[in-house]
Structure formats: structure tokens, C-alpha cells
Nanobody, 120 residues
């Protein structure tokens, strides 16, 4: 099992910044990917940013404003969110894809979610 602990959400005014953190712990042999998704009320969960170590991808709506980074030694992924807009308001979920051993298949885990609210 893998546990994801998220932190850093909160209330911020439009134009402000927040930094989310997500630390993975448990039975981890290797991490294939770590990323952030978000879900606004009444909408489907969507990818915000993801990093595999070799590549990084962002949703078009956050390109140039959000930066994803990863500390491999700490099994932690960060999301620096700048120039926040009211439409960024959502619950943000951390996701990781890990292998529990050299021969196991990759498996995905979700964090509990952290609320980000951007006021206008």
C-alpha cells in the first residue's frame, strides 16, 4: 500500500500564489509518475500537471502559470501555482503510479484531495 499526504491548499485572491505538496510513503520500489488533478463542482476530474521524471506535461489552462517539480529522495511532488484565477478553484488531488517490486505491474494511488479556492 502507498499513502499520499497532501498539503498547501487554501484561500487566495486572484493573482496570488499557492504551493501544493504531496508526499508518498509505503511499499514503493519505484515511482513511474507523479501528478496533480483537480475537480471543480459539477465537473469531471481533469489533469493539471504530471511528471514522469523524463517528461512533464501541463493542461493548456495552466501552462505558463503552474510548475510541477519532484524531489525523488523524498518521494514528493510539488505544484507551484502562480497568477491564480477564480476558475482554478477546485479540489486538487495528487496521483502517483508506483511499482511495489521490480516485477510488479504499475499501480496508481490517489491522495485525499486539498481544496484550493481563488476569490475574485
Amino acid at each position: 500500500q502507498v499513502r499520499l499526504v497532501e498539503s498547501g491548499g487554501g484561500l487566495v485572491q486572484a493573482g496570488g500564489s499557492l504551493r501544493l505538496s504531496c508526499a508518498a510513503s509505503g511499499s514503493i520500489f519505484s515511482i513511474n509518475a507523479m501528478g496533480w488533478y483537480r475537480q471543480a463542482p459539477g465537473k469531471q476530474r481533469e489533469l493539471v500537471a504530471i511528471t514522469t521524471g523524463d517528461s512533464t506535461n501541463y493542461a493548456d489552462s495552466v501552462k505558463g502559470r503552474f510548475i510541477i517539480s519532484r524531489d525523488n529522495a523524498k518521494n514528493t511532488v510539488y505544484l507551484q501555482m502562480n497568477s491564480l484565477k477564480p476558475e482554478d478553484t477546485a479540489v486538487y488531488y495528487c496521483n502517483t503510479v508506483v511499482k511495489h517490486s521490480a516485477s510488479s505491474a504499475p499501480y496508481g494511488y490517489w491522495g485525499q484531495g486539498t481544496q484550493v479556492t481563488v476569490s475574485s
